[in-house]
């Protein structure tokens, strides 16, 4: 977080604008390792629906770690390749 005036004399702390905020440290989707759902949803422009539907009909791998699904990027690499 960085600081700045406040208005008032004083500083605040401003979220998402340090080194490490989202907006800096994004990977394309070529950089990640694996996906979530959701991440694979909004980077390839198709609904999470779409995407729970192919992970349950076998097209697209996916494991579980606790309560998520997590894609690796190989997998995502030949869902694609066999569309």
């Known amino acids: 977080m960085r600081q700045g005036t406040n208005g008032l004399g004083g500083t605040e702390e401003k979220e998402g604008t340090g080194p490490m ?3 800096t440290t994004a990977e394309t989707p070529q950089e990640r390792r694996a996906f979530s759902v959701s991440t694979l949803a909004a980077d390839y422009s198709v609904s999470k629906q779409t995407i729970y539907r192919e992970i349950e009909e076998g097209r697209l791998r996916a494991k579980r770690v606790r309560s ?14 066999s569309e």
């Open 21 to 23: 905020s989202p907006a």
């Open 68 to 81: 998520r699904l997590v894609i690796p990027r190989e997998a995502v690499e030949e869902w694609l390749a």
